[in-house]
């Protein structure tokens, strides 16, 4: 690789160094969330990605060693539901064996429901899983049963996070996105419940990603919001960030019980520091989760052609980002696609 295609030099039109790269492995979700796959639009009418159409995971794994080449370090797996991906663990598996040019392992993740997370926990940690995030939007099962919209118990996901701390897996990271006048109810008991476990519980402000989700600024309620909410109660002391473009906003006990984070997506844009690409499941790549287009990779997969023109398509294609759509919609500026569709967070993941 010549030197001006080197990881440290590969940036953006902003500057911005390519790092982490999210990976949907199936647009399928066995959840019908409202912020995500609601069920009056995606229902039993709705068509998904014929297995053909998904990137294999000896394809998958060809392009994230293509990425890491480039500079990736973080490689997130997600969806849909990753674990609804059949044999997901090897892919994992695959996945692990992975190294940058610096010779250092990538760091790994996943993020899931839960729903099948209690029998698959184990398995993706002897796999070489780094770390696990589990959605979860309530402590109350009649909350959580009605933001999942199929009827799904909380104690089964509950199970799952268990499992998966008993499989090694720490600190694990706990996402509840919420929505006011929703699950804002929720914000105390879910401090509450995983203060002092090592989990780490993430409030993220509920986003306008996709067309569908019936996104209203009214129903955001700002971060500052749940730090005060929980301040009240058990007193925070702010931390710094630990590393450049991440996304949440950290906060400890002040009595050593753990910590907490938000994510400010909508009142306090992140995109200066964004160093996340996206993988859909059928190989096109999107440089913001809020972009209307791909860019399509599985095609030169497909072709025959071989890694060095597949790697010059990433560096063209990063190299000529400008996404910040938050950070514009932040300051009341139009966003460069208004009007078009964007992509569904059931799509290319969160």
């Known amino acids: 690789m010549d030197s001006d295609a080197s990881p440290s030099r590969l940036t953006d039109r902003l500057g911005r160094p390519l790092r982490d790269l999210r990976i949907s492995v199936t647009d399928r979700c066995n959840f019908r969330c409202s912020y995500c796959m609601p069920k009056e639009v995606f229902d039993s009418r709705h068509v998904f990605l014929a297995h053909k159409e998904l990137l294999s995971f000896e394809e998958i794994t060809r392009l994230a060693r293509v990425f890491v080449a480039q500079g990736v370090q973080k490689i997130r797996l997600t969806g849909g539901e990753p674990l609804l991906r059949k044999d997901i663990e090897q892919l994992v598996r695959m996945l692990s064996t992975l190294r940058t040019p610096e010779g250092r392992t990538v760091d790994l993740t996943l993020t899931t429901n839960g729903s099948l997370l209690a029998r698959k926990a184990l398995a993706l940690r002897e796999a070489g899983l780094s770390r696990i995030a589990v959605s979860v939007d309530a402590m109350d099962d009649d909350i959580f049963r009605r933001m999942n919209d199929v009827d799904f118990p909380l104690a089964d996901v509950l199970e799952g996070i268990d499992a998966a701390s008993r499989a090694g897996f720490a600190p694990i990271k706990i996402n509840m996105v919420v929505k006011r006048g929703t699950n804002d109810s929720q914000i105390l008991p879910m401090a509450q419940h995983f203060r002092g476990s090592g989990a780490i519980v993430r ?123 938050s950070e514009l919609r932040s300051k009341g500026e139009p966003d460069p696609g208004s009007g078009a569709r964007r992509i569904e967070m059931h799509y290319i993941g969160g």
Request: charged share 30%; glycine share 8%.
């Open 203 to 325: 409030f993220i402000e509920f986003m306008d990603v996709g067309s569908t989700n019936g996104w209203r600024m009214d129903e955001v309620l700002p971060s500052a919001e749940v730090i005060a909410r929980i301040q009240e109660r058990y007193p925070l002391e702010a931390l710094e960030r630990t590393e450049t473009g991440e996304t949440a906003q950290r906060w400890r006990y002040r009595d050593g019980a753990g910590e907490v984070g938000v994510i400010s997506s909508v009142t306090q844009a992140f995109c200066r520091d964004c160093t996340r690409l996206r993988l859909s499941t059928e190989g096109k790549v999107y440089l913001c989760l809020f972009a209307h287009q791909g860019h399509d990779l599985r095609t030169l997969l497909r072709s025959g052609c071989d890694d060095e023109h597949i790697a010059a398509a990433v560096r063209h294609i990063w190299s000529g980002r400008a996404d910040r759509y």
